[in-house]
């Protein structure tokens, strides 16, 4: 991956971070709601060592630019780049030339634990925070959820109000295959019932 340096003092790149294990509309709406804000908006796609990943960094980085592919084709704003990351996050942001992370958030909890990261963001690393507020058919969906429903049911087709038709797609593949991921859900659901 190329070294990105900031451009001029008035040109402002951001980082959207996160696992995106799956993709959901909510992070679709922080995306859209970023290319407004922004002149350059990279998603930086991750690995959260605290989460049990269901799709590869590859898997997840190929939705991503499918996705946001398509919402540049159909919407204005600034554009977008999908890029798979190792380590820290101002690290990633610093080697790209960034000053501003880009978070969405959904509800009290999230902005509680939020604010406190992004306090440590700008004393650590100089880097500043910009939330923005998902959209209220988003305040209750997350990947873990989505996941957990996925292990779940029999039935996908109501992931159709919470992930695009392409990731209930891949869902029900990972589904199918019996994904490890999904498996230990169950079983995880199944020990607590006893």
Do not use: W
């Not at 951001?14 to 992070?27: E, L, M, R």
């Amino acid at each position: 991956m190329a070294k990105t340096r900031r451009r001029s003092p008035g040109f402002h790149r951001a980082i959207f971070p996160g696992s995106f294990d799956p993709v959901t509309f909510g992070h679709l709406d922080v995306i859209q709601r970023g290319r407004a804000l922004f002149d350059e908006l990279v998603v930086a796609v991750g690995r959260n060592p605290g989460k049990d990943e269901l799709f590869t960094i590859e898997e997840r980085v190929g939705l991503l630019e499918r996705l946001v592919r398509e919402m540049c084709r159909r919407r204005r704003g600034c554009p977008v780049r999908v890029e798979a990351f190792r380590g820290l996050t101002v690290d990633f942001a610093r080697r790209r030339g960034a000053a501003v992370l880009l978070r969405g958030i959904r509800n009290l909890s999230d902005l509680q634990n939020e604010v406190q990261q992004a306090v440590t963001n700008r004393e650590v690393a100089g880097l500043e925070t910009a939330f923005v507020v998902a959209g209220q058919s988003f305040a209750y969906t997350s990947s873990s959820l989505i996941k957990q429903l996925t292990a779940m049911g029999r039935d996908l087709k109501p992931l159709r109000t919470m992930v695009p038709p392409v990731v209930v797609a891949a869902l029900r593949r990972k589904r199918d295959e019996q994904h490890p991921a999904l498996a230990r859900l169950r079983e995880a659901r199944d020990g607590a019932r006893e």
